[in-house]
């Protein structure tokens, strides 16, 4: 009976938020679905789904039906679609690698703005064959970055998705974990289906105009629910994980839950299997304060990481996590592998993270045996340019290493690219 009630309750509220677009509250549903895209569970049968019936571009219905499921548990927001198609022996589905154009198939898109003020939301599609495409858009610069190339944007977002193809429809069912977003105090999502199997049709949760789904200001706003933006940490992505730096996380908590202790904890996995995972972590006391600022300091190893995890609990319950690769310090520009003898090579170093000025790049090069340094002592700034002039070496594969090091000549970070040098 208990079990009947709480599906009469996610019945009630997911045709009320897609009759009259009013801020949808995300059922809660403690049931464990496997994220396989076939929606054969008993879940998907008694439950009455949204139908996407907002049309951007025609004022007529989709020849094609989209049924939508939405719902969440402790930890992720679950999505499934069903796409109803009499023409599926022609869905388009080429493409097969993430984050290439997913979005010239047949596919599903998830809109998610955890930000208040709407500019900058995640963008996450899928098409039939559980190809995947993941970004970061940001309307202050009018660009949407691919997650794959911005560690700063998203190289946290986890988020997993499957697709399956039946005889009249093709289905879509995807987890997306909402403890590592920074959630303002407003929230809004949309949920879209591009068809072109045969005919071209949009169809969208939110009404919104001009066949443009990239408009946040029409996103269906979101009710607030318990523990959700518990957490706000302040300057996440310029985590600098150096050694010999003092490192600091400014971490609050509106704790609307009234805990009395916040954990923070800190993992850091090494690149290479043979060294030791550490493990840092801090307890505070909030007693029972509504708003906390806290400051989290760690002193590191030396050492390269490959990964970090940075979890925060209130009275033992986990409200935030986020999983990422260690950033780096810096970006190196330079033209190609290849080189002549002799060629004066153009290179641009990218910095990062704001290092004391006592901090300088070294430039080497080694063949594996020897190695000799090309320039030492460069200035640190934060862009800076430098033509290195390749004469006197040898035609072969080099290994074009450069160092930020410290004022008592400790390597901070590293990056090694492989060239190779020619003869004329």
Known sequence: MKYLLS???ILGFIFRASADNTPLQIPFCADSLKIDGKLNEAFYQKTVPMVLNKFPVSKLPPEQKTMVWLWRDESSIYIAFKCFENNIKNLAKAITETNGMVYTDDCVEVFLNPDACRQNYYHFILNSLGTRYTAYVSNTLNVEKEFENEWQAASFCKWQAASTIADTYWCAEIKIPFLQFIWGEKYSLNLCRERRAGKQELSSLAQIKGGNFHTPGAFVPLEHWAGLGEISIRDISRLAFAPALNNVIGIDTNNDEQAEQMKVVLTLTPENKGDKTRIF?????????????????????????????????????????????????????????????????????????????????RILLTNGKVSSTLLDNIEYDNKVDIILTLSGISKGKYFLTFQLVDAKNNITGEISNEIEIVDI
């Open 7 to 9: 599906l009469i309750f």
């Open 281 to 361: 972590e801090k307890n505070y006391q909030l007693k029972g304060r509504k708003k906390a600022d806290v400051l989290f300091d760690y002193f590191l190893p030396r050492g390269k990481y490959a990964n970090y995890q940075l979890s925060v609990y209130l009275d033992n319950k986990l409200r935030f996590l986020r999983e990422a690769a260690v950033p780096r310090f810096f970006n190196i520009v330079i033209p190609g592998n290849i080189f002549y003898r002799g060629e004066k090579v153009p290179v641009t170093i990218l910095n990062n993270f704001p290092f004391p000025k006592q901090y300088r790049y």
